[in-house]
T-cell receptor, first 114, second 113 residues
Framework: DGGITQSPKYLFRKEGQNVTLSCEQN?????MYWYRQDPGQGLRLIYY???????QKGDIAEGYSVSREKKESFPLTVTSAQKNPTAFYLC?????????????FGSGTRLTVV | GENVEQHPSTLSVQEGDSAVIKCTYS??????FPWYKQELGKGPQLIID?????GEKKDQRIAVTLNKTAKHFSLHITETQPEDSAVYFC????????????FGRGTSLIVHP
């Protein structure tokens, strides 16, 4: 079955650490996205990518970094510069950036600072 | 930019009742309106969508209506069941710019058996 796989499901970060969240899709989608979800808030866009080796900042990119070396993969690194990283992180994809279609989401990674 | 307001934030119904969630948007250029269902601990799932050239769309027990003049759209769930309990998000998206949707803040629907 085609879909998006996010790993790990739960992740714990110590103060000052960088951590990387994995997102892999086998839908042959060009466009991929990272969102942050906090309780009572909507989905906030962190980064998105239209094509391999290209990505754009979203609304809350500070303290995060991404790479897009392969079409299937769009990992998100939460750096130590992100002061409040505890949240639920969602990866999504769709056929193309200029696609008038909805997203396919992964099952999410819950990141907690310890 | 686009602004999407979603109401109510919480909706509690009895099994078998109908549920209605409403969203308003500000950008008249928005032309695609998806709805997502998010179960606890999972990612959102697209359940229905509507484009601006259509006023209503149905899929079994769920339907979406769109009023372009008033800039609002609504999700209707009939004969609710306990498994409908989840958080529902609306979104509005235009064909201008990067096609990035703007999401509402979500509605927590609780269906009591």
């Amino acid at each position: 079955d085609g879909g998006i796989t996010q790993s790990p499901k739960y992740l714990f970060r110590k103060e000052g650490q960088n951590v990387t969240l994995s997102c892999e899709q086998n839908l042959n989608h060009d466009a991929m996205y990272w969102y942050r979800q906090d309780p009572g808030q909507g989905l906030r866009l962190i980064y998105y990518s239209q094509i391999v080796n290209d990505f754009q900042k979203g609304d809350i990119a500070e303290g995060y970094s991404v790479s897009r070396e392969k079409k299937e993969s769009f990992p998100l690194t939460v750096t130590s510069a992100q002061k409040n990283p505890t949240a639920f992180y969602l990866c999504a994809s769709r056929p193309g950036l200029l696609s008038g279609d909805g997203y396919t989401f992964g099952s999410g990674t819950r990141l907690t600072v310890v | 930019g686009e602004n999407v307001e979603q109401h109510p934030s919480t909706l509690s119904v009895q099994e078998g009742d109908s549920a209605v969630i409403k969203c308003t948007y500000s950008d008249s250029a928005s032309n695609y309106f998806p709805w997502y269902k998010q179960e606890l601990g999972k990612g959102p799932q697209l359940i229905i969508d509507i484009r601006s050239n259509v006023g209503e769309k149905k899929d079994q027990r769920i339907a979406v209506t769109l009023n372009k003049t008033a800039k609002h759209f609504s999700l209707h769930i009939t004969e609710t069941q306990p498994e409908d309990s989840a958080v529902y998000f609306c979104a509005a998206q235009s064909s201008g710019g990067s096609y990035i949707p703007t999401f509402g803040r979500g509605t927590s629907l609780i269906v009591h058996p």
